[in-house]
């Protein structure tokens, strides 16, 4: 029993030993080569204004398309009225917004 205990925990420690990865340490020249602080943060302010205005306008067009819907399918507004809709609140959303 304690033989095959023995076995399985240097079966074990030779799986682990295969399938650890070494971490790499940066060298002194990769250290040297990057500035202290490496951030653009004018592109990193450009990036999140970008993703909140089409995230904003995402979410707009979506209810405006929810809403132009259920004028056109239980309303009676048919395509056209839908669309009519549509049209005008994307309109009020982009003078409100």
Known sequence: MAKAAA???????KATAKTSVKAEVPSAAHAAAA??????Y?????TYEMFIGMSKWGVVSCVALLLAMMVG????GGLVGGT???VVL????????
């Open 73 to 76: 399918f239980f309303f009676g």
């Open 84 to 86: 009519l809709v549509m």
């Open 42 to 46: 004018n592109e990193h302010n450009k």
């Open 35 to 40: 500035p202290a602080n490496a951030m653009d």
């Open 90 to 97: 994307m309109a009020i959303a982009f003078f409100v917004l």
């Open 7 to 13: 076995k399985t925990a240097s079966t074990a420690k």
